[in-house]
């Protein structure tokens, strides 16, 4: 059975056991990418052939609604080494991905009748991996 992205929620801090939620998210990005793919044809094989490379984990983005107070509190933990969680269902019930980083944030733009948003960019430092029960 599929879940919903209800209850999905970002947080961060300067360890992995003091993690808070600072914003609620509107989306949140892929947690890694394919790998390179590299090729080890010979002149033997009738095909080309790969081995996996080192695996793609480019910047991570995040949408939330923009004020004033949550975008200063994001920007206070800017640029600084950070846990970061992503946790799936109410609590956590579906699992939480953990890596850490550093984040910056932005105002996203908009126009006539929208929704003022803020980009939170994680340039992550880890591989997102899901956590283990303990």
Not at 35 to 41: A, F, G, K, N
Not at 60 to 76: H, I, L, P, R
């Amino acid at each position: 059975m599929a879940i919903s992205t209800y209850g999905v929620t970002l947080k961060w801090g300067a360890s992995a056991s003091a993690v808070t939620k600072e914003v609620d998210i509107k989306d949140f990005p892929d947690l890694g990418g394919a790998p390179e793919m590299l090729e080890t044809t010979t002149l033997s094989d009738a095909i080309q052939t790969y081995i996996l490379g080192i695996q793609s984990n480019s910047s991570m983005e995040f949408t939330a609604n923009y004020t004033k107070s949550e975008y200063t509190a994001v920007n206070e933990d800017a640029n600084t080494d950070l846990y970061y969680e992503l946790s799936f269902g109410v609590n956590g019930s579906e699992g939480t991905f953990a890596w850490q980083g550093q984040h910056s944030v932005y105002v996203a733009g908009a126009g006539t009748n929208s929704v003022t948003e803020m980009k939170i960019v994680i340039a992550p430092s880890t591989k997102p991996e899901l956590k283990t029960a303990a």
